[in-house]
T-cell receptor, first 109, second 116 residues
Framework: RKEVEQDPGPFNVPEGATVAFNCTYS??????FFWYRQDCRKEPKLLMS???SGNEDGRFTAQLNRASQYISLLIRDSKLSDSATYLC??????????FGTGTRLTIIP | DVKVTQSSRYLVKRTGEKVFLECVQD?????MFWYRQDPGLGLRLIYF???????EKGDIPEGYSVSREKKERFSLILESASTNQTSMYLC???????????????FGPGTRLTVL
């Protein structure tokens, strides 16, 4: 089983719609969780950290379910500029991170 | 803002050449990492360093070595480049926070290496 699993997509979503991604992880000892965004031919950049209580940043909401070992990302009122690959990221020991292979999102005008 | 820079954006080398990829961060981060990213495989950790002159193997260290002589600089060395090392190479840094948690990593722009 992969340490972090994501649906690769692609998700093709009309502008203004709501879209949700899920990600599952295998290491129950993980304590740090993130969503990164990667634009085509660019480096990954932190979108948001994911906290146990769930957190929101504008149109983006992240949730963590420790019991089921999954993380979700919800994007509301999607914009064309949201088109990117979204990487689910989970820590392992010794300050290393494991990156999912990413979910590709395209927002259609 | 954290800034991580890499020495080249694009590099073309021949099989058997020794290749140096350099990474510099300006935020006094303890941890530095080298990844490669390939389609369908995601980011895979090659080596990381949590202090000057300290290094640890990641998941795919074969064919690579690293050097960290100064805190801000982390170099990746391909001792004898091979075609299967054609890839996007990404450097990252993060502060050390310990306690089982991990802080976010900040990435450089990447070096797209082609080995002919």
């Amino acid at each position: 089983r992969k340490e972090v699993e994501q649906d690769p997509g692609p998700f093709n979503v009309p502008e203004g719609a709501t879209v949700a991604f899920n990600c599952t992880y295998s290491n129950s000892a993980s304590q740090s969780f993130f969503w990164y965004r990667q634009d085509c031919r660019k480096e990954p950049k932190l979108l948001m950290s994911v906290y146990s209580s769930g957190n929101e940043d504008g149109r983006f909401t992240a949730q963590l379910n420790r019991a089921s070992q999954y993380i979700s990302l919800l994007i509301r009122d999607s914009k064309l500029s949201d088109s990117a690959t979204y990487l689910c990221v989970v820590n392992r020991r010794d300050e290393k991170l494991t990156f999912g292979t990413g979910t590709r999102l395209t927002i259609i005008p | 803002d954290v800034k991580v820079t890499q020495s080249s954006r694009y590099l073309v080398k021949r099989t058997g050449e020794k290749v140096f990829l350099e990474c510099v961060q300006d935020m006094d981060h303890e941890n530095m990492f080298w990844y490669r990213q390939d389609p369908g495989l995601g980011l895979r950790l090659i080596y990381f360093s949590y202090d000057v002159k300290m290094k640890e193997k990641g998941d795919i260290p074969e064919g690579y070595s690293v050097s960290r002589e100064k805190k801000e600089r982390f170099s990746l060395i391909l001792e004898s480049a091979s075609t299967n090392q054609t890839s996007m190479y990404l450097c990252a840094s993060s502060p050390a926070i310990g306690g089982g948690s991990t802080d976010t990593q900040y990435f450089g722009p990447g070096t797209r290496l082609t080995v002919l």
